[in-house]
């Protein structure tokens, strides 16, 4: 691996894997390697143009925090819909467990020990989606 591309990996290690932050990587990768043929051609050392291509290339925090922030706003869409889903799952159950209480055993009414148990699910899904809030 050559020094623009370990470069390039590192300024982007926080960043979690996608296909958007390959394609950004190869792009700067290849712009990089660009600028030194560029510079080496001018008549600079190998090192000189890798050293001068970095610095004129510049910040890239921006673009690291937007990258950082769409795979946060997945991450919020997804357990925004995980809580949807256990909200529904749970209204269902329930809606279940006190009809087969109500039709079977209407005198004993022992649905509500279940209905207990499966509220869990959606409350873990609320702490869940507002950690990522």
Same mark, same amino acid.
């Given at each position: 691996m050559s020094s623009i591309e370990s470069y390039v990996e590192n300024l982007f290690? &926080? /960043?979690?894997?996608?296909? %958007? %932050?390959? &394609?950004i990587v190869d792009e700067i990768t290849l712009n990089l390697q660009d =600028? /030194? $043929?560029?510079l080496m051609n001018e008549g600079r050392?190998? &090192?000189? $143009?890798?050293n001068k291509a970095? /610095?004129? *290339?510049g910040d890239i925090? &921006?673009?690291k925090r937007a990258l950082i922030n769409e795979q946060i706003g997945k991450e919020q869409k997804l +357990? +925004? *819909? =995980? !809580?949807?889903?256990s909200i529904w799952g749970t209204v269902l !159950? /329930? +809606? !279940? *467990?006190?009809y087969i209480n109500l039709y079977f055993t209407p005198k004993v009414i022992w649905c509500v020990f279940p209905i207990f148990g499966i509220l869990w699910w959606p409350l873990t899904m609320y702490f869940g989606w507002m950690k990522r809030k």
């Open positions: 290690q &926080e /960043v979690e894997d996608s296909q %958007k %932050k390959q &394609e =600028r /030194v $043929a560029e050392n190998e &090192e000189d $143009a890798v970095i /610095v004129d *290339f925090a &921006e673009m +357990a +925004a *819909f =995980r !809580l949807g889903y !159950l /329930v +809606a !279940l *467990f006190c």
